[in-house]
Each structure stands twice: as C-alpha cells, then as structure tokens.
C-alpha cells in the first residue's frame, strides 16, 4: 500500500481524493488544508488536520496548492528527503525546495468542483528529479486508472499553454456561439451536438485534416456577410483574426 | 411513403441518400447530379440521371448542392408548384425560383464525405413559405431521428454564423494546439481528452458557467509567461483577443 498526504482542499485534491478512496493501491493517510472547514465533510473518511507540524510520515506528500504558493508551502514541510509533488502545468519542478525529493504528477484535465471526474480520461504528466521516484508515481497514476507519460517541465509548460487554447479560449468561442444565437431569439442548444462532433472529429483525425468551412474554403461572400452580421467589434476582430490563421495553416490568401 | 428525389452528390446529398435508405417513411425515388460518375457506385440502389427533364414527379426535391448554384439550379427545374427544399445554412430561402414551394432544410452539423453520421445528432433547420409544407418536411426530418426546430432565415443565418465560430474556429484552435506542443516535443494526443471534456461541459453547463483558467482569474503572470511562450506573432495576437474577450465577459479589467 502507498501511503499518501494530499495537501490543499480545492478541486484537483478533492478529486483527487475521492478517486484515491477507490484505489486498492493507494491509501490517503491524511488531509491537510490551512483551513479546516473545508475538510470536515471528509473527517470520518480520513484524518484531517490544519497543522504541517502534526504532518505524519508518508510515502507521498501532493501539493494541490495554488500554483503561487507551492514554493512557500514545500519549504514550510517540517520534513526532508520525502517525495513531493505538485499538481501544477505551469510551476518548475525547482520551484519545490531542494531539500525534498521534488516531482510533478500533473493531471491534463479540467477539474470543476461538481463536475465528476473518471480519471480515466485524465492524462497525468509526471516529472521526477531522481530515478527512483518515476515508477512509484507512475502506479500511484496508474491506480486511478489514468494514462501516464513522462513530460519535462518544458513539455509540461507547452501541454499547459496548448490546454488554454483547447479549453479556455474555445469555450469563449462557444460563449461566443451562445451570445449571438441567444441575442437573435436562436438557440445555443441547436450547436451543442456540432460543438461535441467536432471535438470528436479530431480523437482520430489530425486538426488540420479535419478544417471545413467558408475561411478554408476562401468563401469571400460568406465570410463578408458574416462580418456584416456580427454587431460587436471585438467578435468580427475574433473572426477576422481566426479566419486570417486558418487561411495561413491552409495556404490560401489573407482577407 | 413519401417521395423524394435528391439533386446534387456532396457531402450532405451521400449522407442524407444513405440515411433514407434506411427510412420506412422516405423513398428515394431519383437521385439527380450534372456529372453522372459520382452516382454510379449507387446505381443499382436508385435510378440516377444528369438530366433535368428526366426528373419524375416526387413530393419533395432536395437541393443538396454548392451555396453559389441553388438558385439557378431551381429556376433551371423544368416544373413548378413542388416542393423544393434547400440545404444551406445562409441562403435564403428567397434564393429559390418563386414558381416552387419554397423551402430550408438545414442540418445543423459537420459532413465529410468519410465519416458516419448518425442523425439523431443532427439538429435539422426547417423554414418553409407556405404552412401545409412545414409537417411534411418535419415528418422527413423525424424519419431520420433528427430533432427538428422551425427556423426563419435571419435566424438560420445566425446559427450558421455560430456554427463557424464554435466548429471551424474551434478546430483551428485545435490545430494551433497541435503546433505549438508538436514543436516542443510534446504530444497532442495527451490534449484529446480535455478537448472532449471541454465540449461535454457546456452540454449541460452554459459555457459563462463553465470557462475558467489564466484569462478569467486574471493571473497576470501566467498570461505573461504564455505570452513570452509563443513564438508565432499571430499566435500571440490570438491569445491576447480571446483572453480579453474572456475578460470582457467575465468583468475583469484588460490585459
Ligand atoms: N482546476 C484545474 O482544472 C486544474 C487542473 C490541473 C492542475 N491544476 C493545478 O492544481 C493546483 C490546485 O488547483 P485547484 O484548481 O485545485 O485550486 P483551488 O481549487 O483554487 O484550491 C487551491 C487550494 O490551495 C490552498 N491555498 C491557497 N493559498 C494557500 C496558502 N498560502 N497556504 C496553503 N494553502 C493555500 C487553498 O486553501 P483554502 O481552501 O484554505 O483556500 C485551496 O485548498 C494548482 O497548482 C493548479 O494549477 C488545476
Ligand atoms: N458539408 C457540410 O458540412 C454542410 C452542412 C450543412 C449544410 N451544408 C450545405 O449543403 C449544401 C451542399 O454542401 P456539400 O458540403 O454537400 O457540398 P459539396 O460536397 O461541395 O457538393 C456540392 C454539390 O453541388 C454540385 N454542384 C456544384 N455546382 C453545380 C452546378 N453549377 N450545377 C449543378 N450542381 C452543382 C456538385 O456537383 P459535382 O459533383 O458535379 O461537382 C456537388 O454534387 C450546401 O448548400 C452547403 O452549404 C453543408
């Protein structure tokens, strides 16, 4: 059994969490968080405590802290040469205090605190100073049923950077989708199996293959008539902008 | 039964044949295109022609063919008084030769040539002139298990806008995915499962609700480091405007 301290009580260590209590592998031995209200609804699931010097000895410690604070708290653990790891895309592995064996175990998901969350369709990107850590993570990964790969923390940086165009800007995107529909007594509902089909469309063919459309298709009228319809200034830069891209991936001329 | 022949042999006229083939309500009776070859794979499934004037008597004839030509192709129909139904999602409904029934039937979805549709996940657009017309077209749509919606034009137009946005623009944004982690050394496929997540949450979230990241909490150092990340000056630009777009309707001040 590994033995495993989650430290922080937001949405990845919750998740985390609940996906461990599942695990015959992986035991969480203990909960920390500086604040303790967050914790009680687990506290007859585990032992849960708001005092790094009440920490137990285990074989894991997860900091599932805001990416701002991982440095400072790592430094804080009363301890040393134990293995830590954080949870962040975007925080170096040196950013944990060298006195402990540092890591990364990044889960290239996004996690909301009602959402429910199958590990196995999250990614887990792990990074690891010393050799010996690599395996020991890899079947704390494994046991949440989640795919692994050994990412640096370049890598890690890229993959976190690539998730804000696939996530958050494309969910503006559907935002956007949802503004202009709604604002014309159309339906948002009407996209939403358009808006799943095409993240389908890309699991088997590359982004590129898959393009359709009036910008690929260099479709000047429906691209000038779109523009016309669009009422707010930044939507028909966003459309100009994406429609220009498209056209430089696919070799046709500018706007 | 309800008659139909079907003009034109793209995307959507293969899908929408393939799928009545399978319809006990629908029968296609004909199936019509200038450059006959693209039809013979079908011709011991239905009669084919490239003439005009050999076009029988059907209840409805579906106009499955490029946005420039649905509006010649229909004057140049040697009847008048019929129903005649057209594809698009931005042509009007006008663009039909007056001397017909004139109607739209949109499906609201992605085609390529290759990949299944299943037309329970293809919502059908349907606009018609005069009202006896609507029901029977409705009763064309149901019989492929599409969900239905009565659309005028100027909201066909709307949605056909957004259709851009949250599928063209998406998969570009995709594909910049791919550039920017393909170039590091990093792997596009570790993105596929937040790619699908992000567009299963707003299924039953709207995506207001469901947007988080650098952008919305406005974390000025990551968006920085994002930022110096880039190497293309059009990738930057992209993420400057969806990031203060995501700010613009979350409140938070600009970049
Ligand atoms: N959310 C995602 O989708 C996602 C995905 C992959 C990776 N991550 C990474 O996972 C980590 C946690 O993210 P999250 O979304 O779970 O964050 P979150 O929900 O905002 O929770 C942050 C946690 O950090 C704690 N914390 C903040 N400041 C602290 C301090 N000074 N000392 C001690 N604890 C402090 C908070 O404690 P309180 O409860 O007392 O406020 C809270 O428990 C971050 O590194 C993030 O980049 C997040
Ligand atoms: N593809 C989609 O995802 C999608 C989704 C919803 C709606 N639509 C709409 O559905 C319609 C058809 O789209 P599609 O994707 O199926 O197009 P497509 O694959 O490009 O096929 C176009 C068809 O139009 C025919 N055509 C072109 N010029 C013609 C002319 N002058 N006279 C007669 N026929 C002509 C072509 O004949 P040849 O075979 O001889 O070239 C071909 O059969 C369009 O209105 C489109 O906006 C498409």
Redesign the interface.
């Known amino acids: 059994m590994i033995s495993v301290i989650i430290l922080g009580a937001g949405n990845v260590a919750t998740h985390l969490f609940k996906a461990f209590k599942t695990s015959s592998e992986v035991s969480v031995i203990q909960w920390y968080n500086r604040n303790l209200d967050a914790l009680r609804p687990f506290s007859n699931q585990v032992e849960i405590t708001n005092d790094l010097n009440a920490l137990k000895d285990a074989d894991i410690y997860i900091l599932a802290v805001s ?2 604070v991982i440095g400072e708290l790592s430094s804080k653990l009363p301890f040393e040469n134990k293995l830590v790891a954080h949870t962040s895309g ?1 925080v170096s592995v040196y950013d944990l205090d060298k006195k402990h064996k540092r890591a990364v175990l990044y889960p ?3 996690f ?1 605190k009602d ?1 429910k969350v199958d590990f196995a ?3 887990i ?1 792990i990074e690891t100073i010393d050799k010996k850590s690599y395996p020991l993570l890899k079947q704390v990964a494994k046991s949440l049923g989640s795919p692994t ?1 050994r ?1 640096n923390s ?6 976190h ?18 503004e ?2 709604e ?6 509902d ?14 088997d ?4 293959m ?7 298709r260099n ?1 000047k ?2 691209i000038k ?2 523009l016309k ?2 009422e707010k200034p ?1 939507h028909q ?3 100009k ?2 429609t ?3 056209q ?2 696919h070799g046709r001329k500018k706007l």
Chains 1, 2 share one sequence.
């Open positions: 990416d701002d975007s290239l998901q996004t909301s959402a369709n999250v990614p990107c790969k990412v370049d890598q890690r940086r890229v993959l950077l690539a998730a804000v165009f696939v996530n958050n800007f494309t969910n503006q995107l559907y935002r956007i989708g949802h202009i529909t604002g014309e007594g159309a339906e948002f009407m996209l939403k199996p358009l808006i799943l089909e095409t993240a389908k469309k890309v699991q063919m590359s982004p590129f898959a393009q359709t459309g009036p910008a690929k479709d009228k429906t008539a779109h319809l669009l930044q830069e966003i459309y902008l994406l220009d891209s498209i430089n991936t």
